[in-house]
């Protein structure tokens, strides 16, 4: 009897490898035995496709059945082989045709009654698929609006094997069935708030601005009811909108994490705000078998805020360090490596001592010196010294209220629009090198003869410098600072002024 | 004898027929020691060959075959050492599994798998 082939594809973070499925059914007494790697899931795969194929009128021979799956070192989770299995055995069976099964990528997790169940990851599957140079997918039809959002594919949804098996030429009546959907998660309120909503603390809001524009992180330190969170919620909505190529990352990530992809692509950037009780496989992700994104690569691209920063578990905090750095979140396992995008805003809230009242004129705060001290010291240097913009917020007074009603409030879409500008002047200033943004440029550029600010703007840097209150580091991190306030400034180089407020943004917070 | 001897039996006399028109020789039939039985013994070419005959009316309650577990292929395996031993000189062997599905009144289907074990 002759051999069945399909294909399927195997994610390993965003990464997919495309699985080869063979089927061969022998004379010999009836068995199904399915090798090359699979976990417990996949091993179960027996089971659904024999009974899955026997209840849509396609019934499995009464044989020996081996499918082995290719490359057979690569281990294989999960139960998205299920439809390529099935295909291969009855393409093996000679009840589709050979050919025409081992065209397309096959992906779908198959139910008892044969339909197709829709699956987690499906977009990166997809993208996968058409990177190995396949131009078919078979989907479950639950994934059809995810499989459709990548570019350059015919994706044929089917609703069950019986389906699928016509679709490859098998002669049979459709059976019509209710496709069975992914469930529908509830719709989120769209609580990103317009800026204008803010009362009170220009400065801060000024700051949200200039992190928008530069891609700088965010550190705000205040009393409760001071506003972070609200100012933290309105990041989003500062920065422009993605890019396709992000948009579709930013898609992937979210398929992966298993948050169904709806609608089309959303073009907005992503913001994450996990509980601070967060571990750090929550934050960066993890999982001994399917290895699942965590906050931080569901917030690539995006804003990742971690409200009450202190506390958080100092493990989860300073498993950021290395993504901060690299943009590049990287999961080791015993069996293989995957890599997730984690090019995020972080943007940490703070209140200045355990009962949060340390500082305030209108409160009274009992805590120690050594409890404040040790509070915020529960924020690591290595991490606070990646952070650009220290702000403290503070809490409105009446007098503040009333005259608030008078002040001009920039609106987020006028704030957009004079950040657009700003990131417009330093892509374009940026053009030649790697760097899109100022938050992300090396120091060396910025001592380069383009980089560097106007002769002699540096003076007060350069004596913070000498009297030890600020690293070379630091000394870098201002100067990026003053990059970004001069584009949202429109001026070409920046001076004295821009430097001393880089500066104020820099060491605002205590 | 009960209905489902009855039909075992039937199953057996038609997997025998269907053998010997392959050209087999039939050496024993329903050979008993204290292990067990074999169905059928026969002889093809050099090799001596081991029968189980499995027999359904239908295939409402699975296929004959997927009756065959790996416990009864052990067995069957023991036993063919056991008739081995009784008659020395056996040369090569074989385990076979033949599935006859008879319904009532209906001709009968027979599968003949070779090598099973």
């Known amino acids: 009897m002759a051999i069945g082939r399909a294909h399927a594809i195997s994610l390993l973070g965003l990464e997919g490898a495309v699985v080869e499925i063979e089927a061969d059914i022998s004379n010999n007494l009836p068995a199904f035995v399915l090798i090359g790697l699979p976990d417990a899931a996949l091993g179960e795969a027996r089971d659904r496709v024999r009974s899955a194929a026997g209840n849509s009128g396609l019934p499995l021979p009464s044989r020996k059945l081996t499918v082995n799956l290719s490359p057979a070192a690569l281990p294989k989770h999960g139960s998205g082989f299920d439809l390529g299995i099935a295909m291969a055995a009855l393409a093996a069976d000679g009840q589709v045709s050979t050919e025409s099964v081992a065209r397309v990528v096959h992906l779908g997790e198959l139910g008892l009654d044969g339909r197709l169940r829709p699956l987690a990851g499906i977009l990166p599957a997809v993208l996968a698929a058409v990177r190995a140079g396949f131009g078919t997918v078979v989907v479950p ?369 205590r | 004898m009960a209905a489902k001897d009855e039909l075992g039996a039937r199953g057996e006399r038609l997997a025998e027929r269907h053998l010997l028109r392959q050209g087999l020789t039939l050496l024993d039939r329903n050979w008993r020691c204290p292990q067990g039985e074999i169905d059928l013994v026969l002889r093809d070419g050099d090799e001596v060959v081991f029968v189980e005959v499995k027999t359904r009316s239908s295939v409402a309650f699975g296929h004959p075959l997927e009756a065959i577990t790996a416990a009864k292929l052990a067995r069957l395996r023991r036993l063919a050492g056991a008739w081995c031993e009784a008659h020395p000189g056996a040369g090569r062997i074989r385990i076979d599994a033949v599935a006859v599905i008879a319904p009532r009144d209906l001709p009968a289907v027979i599968e003949h798998l070779e090598r099973v074990f």
């Open chain 1, 141 to 509: 039809a639950g994934n059809a609006d995810e499989a459709a959002l990548v570019p350059g594919v015919r994706v044929v949804p089917v609703v069950s094997l019986r389906d699928a098996a016509i679709w490859h030429g098998a002669e049979l009546e459709p059976i019509p069935l209710e496709a069975l959907m992914p469930a529908v998660p509830m719709a989120a309120l769209d609580d990103s708030g317009d800026l204008a909503d803010v009362i009170g603390n220009p400065d801060a809001v000024e700051a949200m601005q200039v992190a928008a524009a530069g891609g700088h992180h965010v550190y705000l330190l205040g009393p409760p009811g001071a506003g972070k969170t609200m100012l933290a919620a309105r990041l989003p909505g500062l920065l422009p909108d993605l890019t396709a190529e992000e948009a579709l990352e930013v898609a992937s990530i979210r398929s992966l994490a298993g948050i169904p992809v709806r609608g089309g692509l959303s073009t907005r950037p992503p913001l994450e705000a996990p509980h601070h009780t967060a571990s750090a496989a929550a934050i960066v992700g993890g999982g001994s078998g399917v290895i699942r994104p965590g906050a931080a690569a569901r917030a690539a691209h995006g804003v990742l805020f971690l409200d009450e920063a202190p506390e958080f578990a100092p493990a989860a905090l300073d498993a950021l360090r290395q993504p901060l750095e690299s943009g590049v979140i990287a999961i080791s396992r015993a069996t293989a490596t995957a890599r997730f995008p984690a090019r995020f805003q972080l943007v940490l809230a703070a209140n200045p001592c355990p009962c949060g009242n340390s500082g305030t004129r209108d409160g009274d705060c009992r805590c120690t010196a050594m409890a404040v001290r040790r509070y915020l010291g529960r924020l690591s240097g290595p991490l606070l010294d990646r952070v650009d913009i220290r702000m403290d917020v503070h809490r409105i007074t009446a007098g503040q209220l009333r005259a608030s009603a008078e002040l001009p409030r920039l609106s987020t879409v006028a704030a957009r629009e004079r950040i657009l500008v700003a990131r417009a002047t330093a892509a374009e200033r940026l053009r030649a090198t790697p760097w899109r943004v100022n938050a992300h440029v090396a120091g060396s550029w910025l001592r380069s003869p383009v980089g560097a600010p106007a002769r002699g703007a540096t003076a007060a840097l350069d004596r913070a410098l000498e009297r030890g209150g600020i690293t070379m580091r630091g000394y870098d991190r201002v100067l990026r600072l003053a990059w970004t306030l001069c584009d949202l400034d429109g001026t070409s180089r920046p001076g004295a002024d821009h430097i001393g407020r880089a500066l104020y943004l820099r060491k605002a917070a």
